[in-house]
């Protein structure tokens, strides 16, 4: 066994190495260091199993040295027993809990105890160890993702407080990354859960990459991750880095000979600017992001102090939503469609309105928030229900063929329950499904175009009608027009005229409307609300009007009046 021995007092020394060399049995390879410095060097030089250590020396006692020796990695794997001629129980507690394995009073040195100390120290620093490594594997099963390997959430918020607490005390700044993957769900929803395991794994990679050395890395949950960067100067360092993780993700991913395409989104908060608070700052940066989400996804976005009341704002109205849906308690309204030719009705739009109740939101500004939170199907199936049910009613009640107009978001598009749910309510109401215009935007079609068309395709072969809603407002394409199963074109209100308007406002209205009718589409004039938009719209030969001038959106019971009076029921 190798021993050293520290101890300033040679007597002391050579008693305690006589003893051990008393010993029959056991063969002791013993050195001798006359300070702590010159132990520490033989430490550094030599691998002992157990240090006999004088707790009291001169320039650094022995509990210094136990410290300094447990702070060094290398020199922390031997055991201590600490040796002194003061025996006070206090003295004795006092190293241990520096790190010793077992304390000696010199006047106790005998060859039994002495070996006994060197045992049981041994032991202890055996179990000790092993208590170590177990609290290590531990620690990181608590602070690491084990797929990735990266921080957790615990250890990342841990480690921003604590840089947010140090900066206190710099000019520089500290920003803070919120990434999301786009499209993740759809990944793990197409290609299974150890596809999309890969997507992460390889996403991390990527990031890596386009970080520097000393940067905070962690996965917060699902493809949700976060980056630290500190000691930041000026805004032109995030972007370079937030764009080359932009730039990184351009290349499609190879999962399991498959090309997996993926972008992320990015938001960035800083400190001081937006928050002292490592939480806040957090939330402030996952705002960010899903403000670079509404852009577009696959990009950067910085936190400004309005995003708050935006998120705030939306938060409410996705609670609110979610109570209404429960309750049943939204209300539709009927808007009539007219022939052209002889004003006769053909039919009406469903249109969903906000409960009478505060808080009173718009439609433009809930089906937004519906549409990002899903909920937007489930809302979507209680109009198809309400309004099919309301024209099975208006059928037999009034023995009229009237149609039903239903409008159909770029989210229920992509919704598989769509047609199933569709086709069981038509079979139950008895209704054909010729009597049912579905309603999209061009939004819809943007998107996944040939998915998009493929889920047209079958709805029309159904029998639905399709109609592209407000068509010439924004973005609009002839291509779309030919591309798709689209029967009705809805002109948006924008296109109407009014005295105002100018000479060319005028010409492409009328050369648009010549154009749809050509193509041999059903043309809708939407918006009409005075007497001489009425007229240019028959002027023009449009075939369908639908506005305030002809008909208010009703309510079930003044859609009944207005019915009862048309078919003198």
Same mark, same amino acid.
């Given at each position: ?10 007597? %002391? ?272 940066? %996952? ?199 689209? %029967? ?82």
């Amino acid at each position: 066994m190798k021993v050293l021995i520290v101890d300033d007092d040679i007597v %002391d020394r050579k008693v305690v190495k006589r003893t051990l060399c008393a010993s029959s049995d056991s063969h002791h390879d013993v050195q001798e260091a006359t300070s702590a410095a010159q132990g520490m060097s033989l430490l550094s030089a030599n691998q002992f199993d157990v240090i006999l250590l004088d707790y009291r020396m001169p320039e650094v006692d022995g509990i210094e040295m136990v410290s300094d020796m447990r702070a060094k990695p290398d020199m922390g794997n031997t055991a201590i027993v600490m040796i002194s001629a003061y025996d006070e129980p206090s003295l004795a507690l006092d190293c241990i809990e520096a790190g010793a394995q077992d304390f000696l009073s010199k006047s106790e040195i005998t060859l039994n105890k002495l070996e006994k100390a060197i045992l049981y120290a041994n032991k202890r620093f055996e179990i000790e160890q092993r208590m170590h490594k177990s609290y290590l594997a531990v620690k990181k099963m608590a602070e690491k993702d084990p797929l990735t390997g990266l921080s957790n959430r615990y250890h990342f918020e841990e480690t921003l407080k604590i840089l947010i607490a140090s900066n206190k005390r710099l000019t520089s700044k500290v920003a803070l990354l919120a990434l999301d993957l786009d499209n993740f769900k759809h990944i793990n929803d197409t290609l299974g859960h150890a596809a999309g395991d890969k997507v992460l794994q390889q996403s991390v990679k990527r990031m890596r990459k386009c970080l520097r050395n000393n940067e905070g890395f962690a996965r917060l949950g699902g493809d949700e991750f976060a980056i630290i960067l500190g000691n930041i100067i000026s805004g032109d360092e995030i972007s370079r880095i937030a764009n080359r993780i932009l730039d990184s993700f351009n290349v499609a991913f190879n999962i399991d000979d498959k090309e997996v395409h993926c972008g992320v989104s990015i938001g960035v908060a800083l400190c001081p600017d937006d928050s002292v608070n490592a939480q806040t700052l957090l939330k402030c940066a %996952d705002i960010a992001m899903y403000r670079a989400k509404q852009n577009g996804k696959n990009g950067v976005s910085f936190y400004e102090s309005y995003y708050q009341t935006e998120f705030n704002q939306r938060f409410l109205i996705q609670n609110e939503l979610i109570g209404v849906l429960e309750n049943a308690s939204f209300r539709l309204l009927y808007q009539p469609l007219f022939s052209a030719t002889d004003k006769s009705l053909l039919g009406f739009e469903a249109l969903i309105r906000w409960p009478e109740i505060e808080p009173y939101f718009t439609p433009e500004e809930f089906i937004p928030v519906a549409e990002q939170s899903k909920l937007i199907n489930r809302i979507g199936q209680w109009v198809i229900a309400t309004a099919l049910h309301q024209l099975s009613q208006w059928h037999s009640q009034f023995n009229a063929a009237l149609t039903m107009s239903v409008n159909i978001s770029a989210v229920q598009l992509h919704d598989i329950e769509l047609l199933p749910y569709l086709s069981h309510t038509l079979e139950k109401l008895s209704l054909p499904a010729s009597s049912v215009i579905l309603e999209i935007t061009e939004t819809a079609l943007i998107k996944d175009n040939k998915k998009v068309t493929d889920i047209l395709r079958v709805l029309s072969g159904r029998g639905f009608k399709i109609a592209l809603d407000d068509f010439g407002m924004g973005f609009s394409s002839v291509s779309h027009l030919m591309e798709y199963p689209i %029967d009705i074109v809805k002109l948006d209100k924008s296109m109407q005229t009014s005295n105002d308007s100018s000479d060319k406002h005028q010409r492409i209205f009328k050369a648009l409307a010549l154009m749809l009718k050509t193509l041999d589409f059903v043309v809708v004039a939407e918006g009409i609300e005075t007497k001489e938009q009425l007229l240019q719209c028959q002027q023009f030969n449009l075939e369908r009007l639908q506005g305030n001038y002809l008909g208010l959106p009703l309510n079930k019971e003044k859609s009944e009046l207005f019915l009862a009076s048309i078919f003198d029921v």
